[in-house]
T-cell receptor, first 116, second 114 residues
Framework: AQKITQTQPGMFVQEKEAVTLDCTYD???????LFWYKQPSSGEMIFLIY??????QNATEGRYSLNFQKARKSANLVISASQLGDSAMYFC?????????????FGKGTRLSVIA | NAGVTQTPKFQVLKTGQSMTLQCAQD?????MSWYRQDPGMGLRLIHY???????DQGEVPNGYNVSRSTTEDFPLRLLSAAPSQTSVYFC?????????????FGAGSRLTVL
């Protein structure tokens, strides 16, 4: 079965510094997509960034980038120049394509705290 | 454009009671799903639907029923609530289930079963 692992339950980072949130996955499929979501204390789920397994370049969206290492099966989220508003839960998720209608599977999340 | 609307936002039930969490989307999305979120467990898929009349089970379907009679609505039914079903429930939808289609989430429904 496909599995997403986020090994860091909690992380601290100083404001304006960069931080990497780890995500590894386990699949034998070749075709899949990786997503990161942010959940602030208000509870809503906010989509941050997407990477397809066949994308040759790492995805970037503003201060967010996805460090995709296919051979290592990792899809780490990098947040540059951290801001206090980045304090939140972050979830890595995957969708596996070959079987067609495959839903999104989430990791357990990492709580990021940004310190002033 | 309201997106994904969940009702109610908060609900307290007694063990054995039944209730329905409502989910509606106005984006003409084919795919809809229900997740539950518990501390330290992330989001776990309960049920999902790839179109009207089609539903399937996720990781934790026991104790929950769903139906999809229209594209817009995907209600989640608890037939006999148990304390283990105390959780925050999220409904989410996307235009298709494949590719880079991003899930749009509702605001969540917090359920407490006493």
């Amino acid at each position: 079965a496909q599995k997403i692992t986020q090994t860091q339950p909690g992380m601290f980072v100083q404001e304006k510094e960069a931080v990497t949130l780890d995500c590894t996955y386990d699949t034998s499929d070749q075709s899949y997509g990786l997503f990161w979501y942010k959940q602030p204390s208000s509870g809503e789920m906010i989509f941050l960034i997407y990477q397809g397994s066949y994308d040759e370049q790492n995805a970037t969206e503003g201060r967010y980038s996805l460090n995709f290492q296919k051979a290592r099966k990792s899809a780490n989220l990098v947040i540059s120049a951290s801001q206090l508003g980045d304090s939140a839960m972050y979830f890595c998720a995957m969708r596996f394509y070959p079987s067609g209608n495959t839903p999104l599977v989430f990791g357990k999340g990492t709580r990021l705290s940004v310190i002033a | 454009n309201a997106g994904v609307t969940q009702t109610p936002k908060f609900q307290v039930l007694k063990t054995g009671q039944s209730m329905t969490l409502q989910c509606a989307q106005d984006m003409n999305h084919e795919y809809m799903s229900w997740y539950r979120q518990d501390p330290g467990m992330g989001l776990r898929l309960i049920h999902y639907s790839v179109g009207a009349g089609i539903t399937d089970q996720g990781e934790v379907p026991n104790g929950y029923n769903v139906s999809r009679s229209t594209t817009e609505d995907f209600p989640l039914r608890l037939l006999s609530a148990a304390p283990s079903q105390t959780s925050v429930y999220f409904c989410a939808s996307s235009s298709r289930v494949s590719g880079a289609n991003v899930l749009t989430f509702g605001a969540g429904s917090r359920l407490t079963v006493l």
